[in-house]
């Protein structure tokens, strides 16, 4: 059993420590046998009998739970098939047949939110060059993103038949989207052409 002491700090050996211009003169033996004493003057604490302690408490509350477990669930309850028919037919969804799958829905979302991105470097990129006619440009890119919208919001609510007025909605808003982009690309070859001309 260890037997705590206690010690004034005035007790303790002096903790010396040599200047540059000593340190630096000194051998390498030297200097490691500085290091060594250094090290001793304050030795790590061991205390093998709390890790043992500790060790045999871990033990014995793992072997108390695995007890309580087994008494808690007793010979009389499900068999694994059993409890995975119950957890499968309470999570299971039924989409229906026209549902989109995880994958495509990601290259839907995932197409909206470069396109969304798309818009915010053009428009910075406006910015920075001082072109407006490129600013323009994503203005442009808006009606397709709308568009973008109806097609993902049909899709949501398995293209419902209620909500086909969005597909017409997204085919307008694509050939508009369309004739946009490409009024702002005129637009931004016509500023080029004459800021070469001035």
Not at 49 to 62: D, E, H, R, V
Not at 76 to 94: L, P, R, W
Not at 151 to 168: D, G, P, R
Not at 174 to 185: I, R
Request: hydrophobic fraction near 45%.
């Amino acid at each position: 059993m260890a037997v705590p002491t206690i010690t004034s700090l005035s007790k303790l050996a002096p903790f010396h420590q040599p200047t540059r211009t000593q340190f630096s003169s000194q051998t390498a033996a030297s200097k490691f046998l500085l290091s060594a004493k250094q090290r001793s003057l304050f030795p790590a604490p061991t205390n093998s009998i709390s890790s043992q302690n500790l060790k045999n408490a871990a033990t014995i509350l793992g072997v108390t739970g695995v007890t309580l477990a087994t008494l808690m669930v007793g010979p009389d309850t499900a068999s694994a098939s059993e409890i995975a028919a119950i957890a499968g037919s309470s999570f299971q969804f039924n989409e229906p047949t026209n549902a989109l799958s995880l994958p495509t829905w990601a290259i839907h979302v995932s197409s909206v939110v470069e396109w969304v991105t798309a818009m915010a470097l053009v428009w910075q990129y406006g910015e920075k060059s001082g072109n407006a006619s490129w600013k323009g440009l994503s203005w442009g890119m808006v009606p397709l993103l709308g568009g973008a919208f109806c097609a993902c919001t049909w899709h949501f609510f398995y293209n419902s038949e209620s909500l086909e007025v969005l597909v017409a909605l997204q085919a307008a808003l694509t050939v508009l989207g369309n004739a946009t982009m490409c009024v702002a690309a005129f637009r931004i070859y016509r500023s080029q052409e004459q800021s070469k001309e001035s």
